[in-house]
């Protein structure tokens, strides 16, 4: 009973926090109701359609993630969860941002206003998005995932750090 009551809990709060994210983007002009280009989604259950659909994917930053962004090509906004061990997340993500295929926002600094200014900078700049798509899929290492994490150590072309979600 617990566990039920737990979930409700948890899908509600995730609700309620998805309607305040989209009266804020509202508020701050976004159209998203009339624009065919944003589907905002309570859950995601064909992740690997909906990243081929995508132009920008505003994510964490596990390194499965962002293989997938990599191997896809994909511009990104990422969020490091700072709660990981030895803040991974944030490290993760700084090799997609020093390299010009991400903006990385960390948690401390996000706010509606912050993350909406930045997705409207890239939807409004063909090029730029264009830019970190390209630049994300030169980061791609097809081979990594065949690598165990003894392999990884000192491995020279190893961008990413492997660390399970």
């Not at 039920?4 to 804020?24: G, V």
């Not at 259950?45 to 081929?52: E, L």
């Not at 991400?102 to 063909?126: M, P």
Request: a positive charge; hydrophobic letters at 40%; glycine letters at 6%.
């Amino acid at each position: 009973m617990k566990k039920s009551s737990r979930a409700e809990h948890t899908s509600e709060h995730k609700r309620r926090h998805r309607l305040t994210f989209l009266k804020d983007i509202a508020a701050r002009g976004v159209d998203y109701e009339n624009n065919s280009r944003i589907r905002p989604k309570e859950y995601i259950d064909n992740m690997s359609v909906c990243m081929a659909a995508a132009d920008l994917i505003i994510s964490r930053s596990g390194a499965n993630s962002l293989s997938e962004l990599e191997a896809m090509g994909r511009a990104s906004i990422l969020i490091p969860s700072p709660n990981v061990a030895g803040n991974h997340q944030y490290h993760n993500a700084m090799v997609l941002g020093k390299a010009g295929a991400a903006i990385v926002i960390e948690e401390k600094n996000l706010s509606g206003e912050v993350l909406i200014d930045c997705v409207k900078k890239l939807y409004n700049d063909a090029d730029k998005l264009n830019c970190f798509a390209k630049r994300a899929a030169a980061l791609y290492v097809p081979f990594i995932s065949f690598c165990s994490q003894s392999e990884l150590t000192g491995c020279g072309v190893c961008r990413v750090l492997l660390i399970e979600e």
